[in-house]
C-alpha cells in the first residue's frame, strides 16, 4: 500500500483559518484537534496510571507481609475497587482512545476525526467522571470498597460516596460512546480514496471492531449500575430476593457488558502487537485477512462467554457447560493471533528495537495470561481457583504485560511521529527490561499464592503465603518505580533530541499512511485526501 | 452563504476549529451530577447545585445546537459531513437500544428464571426449601416478602392499548409530514409534523395518569418488588425518551417554521424520525412484554 500524496502538503495551503493550535490552556480546553486530543487522553491515561499505580503499591505494601501492617481492611477494600476501577476505565481504555485519536486519522488518511466537537466532550467528560470518582474517596464511610465488579448487595452498603461512584460510571460510559460513535464514524466515512476495508492497518480495524463492542455494552453497564441506584435509593428489588430478584441477575448483566469490556481492553493492544512486529521483521504481516476475521470472531464469542466469571453461583449445569465451551472457543481465534505474530518472525530480518521488545514481551506474557484463562475456563478447576490469587494473576498478566506492554511499544512506536525526536533508546531498552523483569516477578508467584488458595481481597493472609507476597510486593514496587523513567523518557523526546525522519523505523513501509506524512505530523494532515492505490 | 469568517471550501469536510460547548458540557454534567448524589446523600445546597447544573447543560444544548443549526444553514455541511451525522445518529440509537435491552434482559430473567427459581423450580430449589417455603412463583409478583405489599396491575386492553395506537398513529403522521417535506409542500409538513408531536406530549400526559392511578389506587409503586422495579423502570425510561423525543419534534417543527430543511437536506428531520421510531419499538415490546403477557 503506499500514498500518492507527495510531502510538505502541509505547506500547500497557504493561508486558511485559524489553523494553528489557539494559545495557552484555551487550546486544550476547545480543541477540537485529533492530535491535541490524542495527546490529552495519553496525557489523562498516564496521570491515572499513577494514580491507579499508587493504590496498587497500597495493596502491595499491605502484603508484604502477614498481618495487619498499614492500612485498615476497609481503605484496603477501597484500594482495590479505586485501583481497579481507575486502571480499567481510566488508564488503558483512555490510553488506546488516545493511540485511537492521534493514529486512526493518520492511518486511513483523514483529515480529523469525524465529529471533532463531540471528540472533545468524549475526552472532557471522562475527566468530569474521574473527579466524580476520585471525589468519592473523601465520602463520609470511606470510598468505593465492594470491588470493582459492584456486587449487590455487598455494594449496596456503601456510604455517600455510592452515588458519587455510580454517576462517575454514567459520564465514563457517556464519554466512551460517544468516542466510539466517534471512531466507527471515522473509519466507516473518512477513509481515503482507495483505503477499502481490508487495505486498512491492523490498528485502524482492531479499533473499528473494539469501538462496535463499547457501543453495545457500554449502555448495559449503565443500565446496570442504575438498577443499583435504584435498588439503593428508590425501593426496587432488581437484586433482592426478598422481592422476587436475584444478586445473580446483577451479575449476568454486569458480566454481559465485563466480559465483551475485556477485549475493548485488549483488541487494540492486538491491533499494535499487529503493526509493530511486521516492521521489525522487515516483513508483511503475516495471514492479515485471518488477523481481521479472528478479531471479529474474538468480538463475537466475547458475547457469549460471560458466565465463566461467574462458574461458582449455582448456575445450571447446562449453563456451565455451554459457557465453559464457548469460552474454550476463543482459543481458536486467539491462537490465530499468536501463531500469524510468530509467522510474521519466521526468517524475517529482526531487530529489537523498544517496540519491538515491548511486542516481544506481550507475545510471550500475553499468552501466559490467556493459558492461564484456558485453565479457569473449565468449570470444575474454575471451582478451586475462583476469587483466589490465581484469577489475580491471570487478568493482570493479560493487562499489564499484555495491555500495557502493547500501549507502551505503541508510545516507543509512534514516539517519533508524534514529537519529530528520536527518544533515548538506551533508557528505553532499560526502561523495558526492568519493567519485564519486575513484572514478572510481581505477578508470577500470585499463581503460586492462588493455587495454594490465597483468596484475593484480603488484607491479611496465613503464614504460610508470607514468601510469595514478599517476592510479589517487591516486584510492585520495582515496576512501579521503572516507570518514573518511562515518564522521563517522554518528556525528554518532547523537549528534544536526535530529528526522526518521516519513516522513522525502516521496516515501516508497508503499513498505514501515517509514515508518508513528515515528522513531527503537522497540526493539520490529509486536509486533501490522499489517494491509496 | 458562507462568508468571511468561515472561508469554507464547500468540496471539502468540515473540520470544526476549536469549540467551548463541549468543555461547557462536561462542566455542567459534572455539576449536575455532583448535585444529583448529594442529593441522594440529602446534603442541603444539593438542589441548587443539581439545577444550576441541569441549566448549564440546556444552555450547552441550546448553544452546541445552535452552532450547528447556523453551520448547517450556512451550507458549510457537505455530503460526507451528512453521512457522519447520520451514522453517529444510528449508533446512538443502537446505544440507547442496548440501554433498554439490559432492562428487558431483566425482566426476562426475573420472570422466566430467578421467580421460579424462588418458587423451588430447578437447581436452585435450595433457597425456596430453607427460606420461602410458602412462596408460590406467580407473574406479577412482588417475591416472597410481598415487598411494597398487595397490587393490582393496569390491564394491557385500556390505557396502553390507547396509548399504543397514539403512538402508532405519531409513526404515520412523521411519515407523512416527511413525505410531505421531500415534495416540498410546507403546509402539510407543518401540520402532520405538529400533530407528531401533540400525540407524543398526548402519550406522556396519558402515561403520568396512569402512574396516578397505579400509584393512588392499585398500590402499584417503584417498590412494588420486581414487577414494581421492572414495570416502573421500563415504562419510566421510555416515557423519559419519549419526553425527550417529542422535544425534539417541537425543535425541528420551530425549525420548519423558520423556513429551515429542503426536499434535499434536512438531516436533523430525519434523525428526529428515526428516533421517534425508536421510542415507538420500544414501546411496541413493553406493550407485549410488560403489560400484556
Known amino acids: 500500500m503506499s500514498a500518492s500524496q507527495t510531502h510538505g502538503h502541509a505547506a500547500a495551503h497557504d493561508h486558511h483559518d485559524e489553523h494553528g493550535p489557539a494559545k495557552g490552556i484555551m487550546r486544550w480546553l476547545t480543541t477540537t484537534n485529533h492530535k491535541d486530543i490524542g495527546t490529552l487522553y495519553l496525557v489523562f491515561s498516564l496521570i491515572m496510571f499513577f494514580t491507579g499505580g499508587a493504590m496498587a503499591l497500597v495493596i502491595r505494601a499491605e502484603l508484604f507481609m502477614p498481618g495487619m501492617q498499614l492500612v485498615d481492611p476497609q481503605f484496603f477494600n477501597t484500594m482495590t475497587t479505586v485501583h481497579a476501577l481507575i486502571m480499567v476505565f481510566g488508564a488503558v481504555m483512555p490510553a488506546t482512545v488516545g493511540l485511537a485519536n492521534w493514529m486512526i486519522p493518520l492511518q486511513i488518511g483523514a483529515p480529523d476525526m469525524a465529529l471533532p466537537r463531540m471528540n472533545n466532550f468524549s475526552f472532557w467528560l471522562l475527566v468530569a467522571a474521574f473527579s466524580l470518582l476520585i471525589l468519592s474517596l473523601f465520602m463520609p464511610g470511606g470510598g468505593p470498597a465492594a470491588g470493582w465488579t459492584l456486587y449487590p448487595p455487598l455494594v449496596l452498603q456503601t456510604g455517600d460516596a455510592f452515588p458519587l461512584a455510580i454517576f462517575a460510571i454514567h459520564l465514563a460510559g457517556a464519554s466512551s460512546i460517544m468516542g466510539a460513535i466517534n471512531i466507527i464514524v471515522t473509519i466507516m466515512n473518512l477513509r481515503a480514496p482507495g483505503m477499502t476495508l481490508l487495505k486498512m492497518p491492523l490498528f485502524t480495524w482492531t479499533w473499528l471492531i473494539t469501538a462496535y463492542l463499547l457501543i453495545a455494552v457500554m449502555p448495559v453497564f449503565a443500565g446496570a449500575v442504575t438498577m443499583l441506584l435504584t435498588d439503593h435509593f428508590f425501593g426496587t428489588t432488581f437484586f433482592a430476593a426478598a422481592g422476587g430478584g436475584d444478586p445473580v441477575l446483577y451479575q449476568h448483566i454486569f458480566w454481559f457488558f465485563g466480559h465483551p469490556e475485556v477485549y475493548i481492553m485488549i483488541l487494540p493492544a492486538f491491533g499494535i502487537v499487529s503493526e509493530i512486529i511486521p516492521t521489525f521483521s522487515r516483513k508483511k504481516l503475516f495471514g492479515y485477512d485471518a488477523m481481521v476475521y479472528a478479531t471479529a470472531s474474538i468480538a463475537f464469542l466475547s458475547f457469549i462467554v460471560w458466565a465463566h466469571h461467574m462458574f461458582t453461583v449455582g448456575m445450571p449445569l447446562a449453563g456451565q457447560m455451554f459457557f465453559m465451551l464457548s469460552t474454550m472457543l476463543i482459543a481458536v481465534p486467539t491462537g490465530v493471533k499468536v501463531f500469524n505474530w510468530t509467522a510474521t518472525m519466521w526468517k524475517g530480518s529482526l531487530t529489537f528495537e523498544p517496540p519491538m521488545l515491548f511486542a516481544l514481551a506481550f507475545l510471550f506474557l500475553f499468552t501466559i495470561g490467556g493459558f492461564s484463562g484456558l485453565m479457569m475456563a473449565i468449570a470444575p478447576a474454575d471451582f478451586q481457583y475462583h476469587d483466589t490469587y490465581f484469577v489475580v494473576a491471570h487478568f493482570h498478566y493479560v493487562l499489564v504485560p499484555g495491555a500495557v506492554f502493547a500501549i507502551m511499544a505503541a508510545v516507543y512506536y509512534w514516539l517519533p511521529k508524534w514529537t519529530g525526536h528520536l527518544y533515548d533508546m538506551k533508557l528505553a531498552n532499560w526502561h523495558f527490561w526492568l519493567s519485564t523483569i519486575f513484572v514478572n516477578l510481581l505477578f508470577f508467584p500470585q499463581h503460586f499464592l492462588g493455587l495454594a488458595g490465597m483468596p484475593r481481597r484480603i488484607p491479611d493472609y496465613s503464614t504460610q503465603f508470607a514468601d510469595w507476597n514478599m517476592v510479589s510486593s517487591i516486584g510492585a514496587f520495582g515496576f512501579g518505580l521503572s516507570q518514573l523513567l518511562f515518564v522521563y523518557i517522554i518528556v525528554k523526546c518532547a523537549r528534544g533530541g536526535a530529528k526522526a525522519s518521516d519513516h522513522v523505523w525502516e521496516g515501516a513501509y508497508n503499513h498505514g499512511l501515517e509514515w508518508t506524512v513528515p515528522s513531527p505530523a503537522p497540526y493539520h494532515t490529509f486536509e486533501d485526501a490522499p489517494v491509496v492505490k | ?293
Open chain 2, 1 to 293: 452563504m458562507a462568508h468571511a469568517q468561515t472561508a469554507h471550501d464547500a468540496g471539502k469536510y468540515y473540520i470544526p476549529h476549536g469549540s467551548k460547548w463541549p468543555i461547557v458540557g462536561a462542566v455542567s454534567l459534572f455539576v449536575m451530577m455532583l448535585g444529583a448524589a448529594a442529593l441522594l446523600n440529602g446534603v442541603n445546597v444539593a438542589p441548587f447545585i443539581f439545577w444550576a447544573g441541569f441549566a448549564s447543560v440546556l444552555f450547552m444544548f441550546y448553544g452546541w445546537f445552535g452552532t450547528v443549526i447556523g453551520e448547517s444553514q450556512a451550507g458549510m455541511y457537505n455530503a460526507g459531513v451528512d453521512k457522519s451525522f447520520r451514522m453517529g445518529m444510528m449508533w446512538f440509537i443502537f446505544s440507547e437500544v442496548m440501554f433498554f435491552a439490559a432492562f428487558f434482559g431483566a425482566l426476562y430473567y426475573a420472570r422466566n428464571l430467578s421467580v421460579p427459581w424462588l418458587g423451588g423450580e430447578g437447581a436452585k430449589y435450595l433457597s425456596n426449601l430453607f427460606l420461602w417455603q410458602d412462596f408460590e412463583p406467580t407473574w406479577p409478583t412482588n417475591g416472597p416478602a410481598a415487598v411494597g405489599g398487595a397490587f393490582e396491575t393496569i390491564p394491557a386492553f385500556g390505557l396502553p392499548a390507547i396509548n399504543t395506537a397514539i403512538l402508532l398513529t405519531s409513526g404515520v403522521t412523521i411519515t407523512i409530514a416527511h413525505h410531505a417535506l421531500q415534495a416540498g409542500n410546507r403546509g402539510l409538513l407543518k401540520i402532520f409534523l405538529g400533530l407528531t408531536f401533540l400525540l407524543g406530549f398526548f402519550f406522556v400526559y396519558l402515561q403520568a395518569t396512569e402512574y396516578a392511578h397505579a400509584y393512588h389506587e392499585l398500590n402499584l409503586t417503584l417498590g412494588s418488588g420486581i414487577y414494581g422495579s421492572t414495570f416502573f423502570m421500563l415504562t419510566g425510561f421510555h416515557g423519559l425518551h419519549v419526553t425527550i423525543g417529542a422535544i425534539m419534534l417541537v425543535v425541528i417543527w420551530l425549525r420548519v417554521m423558520k423556513g429551515h430543511f429542503t426536499p434535499k437536506h434536512h438531516f436533523a428531520f430525519e434523525a428526529v424520525a428515526w428516533y421517534w421510531h425508536f421510542v415507538d419499538v420500544v414501546w411496541l415490546g413493553l406493550f407485549i412484554f410488560v403489560y400484556w403477557l
